[in-house]
């Protein structure tokens, strides 16, 4: 992995943290749901701020900097990276402006909304463009490789139906088909990003990162094969099966339920290669980031508990908020933050002792963290975030800004964690510098 350091893949990582911090506080500070609609121009900030802001940030990164590392070849276009980041921040911007304008908050200037999309588009096409050329020429692909593509097909069908609801947001036309999409097909829109985008992605990811930093053999190709399938099907059912239905003025019932179906079967397939991947790991004693994982994992099983007995009950719509927070924090928040906590550390390591190693006595990654020191925080986040999922569901507002809160001060927390990691700062001082060695950056790779 040491070859080809991505330059760029800890800024990702820091405007990532950034944005999750800055939607956090607005939170704390009562900024949209729960104390707006769900469905509320703030909301929709804050939203966009978590979705593409963090999660998709972060998950670019990444995936410039594993993706290469999956199908053993160099990424197509290095110096791709650099504008990507910057359509994606000003995207990000000038949507998130737009909403502020479509909720009185700004001058009326709605025509913020379709530019804010044009550039998120432009900014994912390079993304998508140099990650999947990338994987086009490196065929046949690895398992893990397989879900990053098709994690890439998802980002362009969420990125084609949110276009299309900026349209039908900058200039409403009742009746139309852009107006009958935006009134219809957000559940598309969302399935195609939280699903396809960041949760097949992730798997796919999951699959490499756990197998490497456990010491454990790779899953076998049949198992994480029939994972894949079963999460195209939840995919086409949904992006596909749903924009037909659409087109066509019929409910999106059927195709909702398939997907839901594949889904869980996605999610049980998953959970079996998982505890496969723990019960299989040469690494007996696990580190901090594999713990964490787990509860990451465990946030994802009540989830898919807590959805299906919203469904049963008929009352998902009622608390489909905190359905999807659970989903957004618990699961895929932890997740990402779990494997930070891992990712910098060995990146940094990599950066300032892989040109020297042999040359001079060098310290662990481990030695770059201080596990026991960094657990409360991850208590705290995993903690406060199911707290506040309960307190969604009880409908109390005030518990929950006082649970995002804490989750605030535990994302200061890792953050500081992930900064001293870059720093050298718990390094012991023989081995902080050795000669020839050069102190990293804090927010670019050396390459």
Same mark, same amino acid.
């Given at each position: ?171 409403? %036309? ?30 796919? *990811? ?25 999460? %195209?099907?939840?995919?086409?059912? %949904? ?88 989903? *957004? ?58 707290? %506040? ?59």
């Amino acid at each position: 992995m040491g070859g080809n350091l991505c330059k760029w893949t800890i800024s990702y990582f820091a405007a990532a943290l950034a944005w999750l911090i800055a939607a956090e506080v607005l939170m704390v500070a009562g900024f949209g749901f729960p104390s707006a609609d769900i469905a509320a121009p703030d909301t929709l900030v804050l939203v966009h701020m978590i979705c593409l802001g963090w999660l998709s940030m972060a998950m670019c990164g990444a995936l410039f900097q594993f993706v290469p590392v999956l199908v053993s070849r160099p990424l197509h276009a290095e110096g791709w990276i650099l504008p990507a980041f910057v359509l994606l921040s000003a995207g990000l911007i000038a949507l998130l402006a737009g909403f502020l304008a479509l909720g009185g908050r700004m001058p009326p200037w709605l025509w913020l909304l379709p530019f804010g999309a044009t550039l998120l588009i432009a900014g994912f096409a390079l993304v998508a463009a140099n990650l999947g050329l990338t994987l086009w020429q490196s065929r046949p692909l690895p398992a893990s490789a397989r879900f990053v593509a098709l994690g890439l097909l998802a980002v362009c069908a969420t990125m084609a139906f949110g276009g299309i609801f900026a349209l039908a947001l900058f200039e409403p %036309a009742p009746g139309s088909l852009v107006s009958s999409v935006l009134a219809s097909a957000v559940p598309i829109h969302a399935i195609a990003g939280l699903a396809g985008w960041l949760t097949v992605t992730a798997i796919g *990811v999951s699959y490499r990162l756990l197998s490497m930093f456990m010491l454990a053999p790779d899953v076998d190709a049949g198992k994480s094969r029939l994972v894949w399938l079963f999460s %195209a099907f939840m995919l086409g059912a %949904a992006v596909i099966g749903g924009a037909v239905a659409v087109l066509v003025g019929q409910g999106l019932d059927l195709a909702l339920m398939l997907s839901a179906a594949c889904g869980l079967a996605t999610l049980a397939c998953y959970a079996r290669d998982v505890a496969e991947l723990y019960r299989k790991r040469k690494r007996r004693k696990l580190e901090l980031n594999t713990r964490m994982v787990v509860w990451s994992f465990a946030s994802l099983g009540a989830a898919v508990a807590l959805g299906a007995v919203l469904a049963i009950t008929g009352s998902l719509a009622a608390h489909v908020g905190a359905l999807v927070f659970l989903i *957004v924090f618990g699961w895929l928040s932890g997740l990402i933050l779990a494997n930070l906590y891992k990712i910098v550390p060995f990146l940094t390591w990599l950066e300032t002792y892989g040109p020297v190693m042999g040359k001079a006595p060098t310290p662990r990654v481990h030695d770059l963290v201080a596990e026991r020191r960094a657990t409360k925080w991850f208590v705290m986040f995993f903690a406060a975030s199911w707290a %506040a999922t309960a307190l969604l569901m009880l409908g109390q507002p005030l518990g929950f800004r006082i649970a995002i809160a804490v989750i605030v001060v535990a994302t200061f927390g890792i953050l500081q964690e992930l900064i001293r990691a870059r720093r050298l700062t718990d390094v012991a001082a023989p081995l902080r510098l050795p000669a020839g060695a050069l102190a990293p950056r804090l927010l670019i790779t050396r390459t």
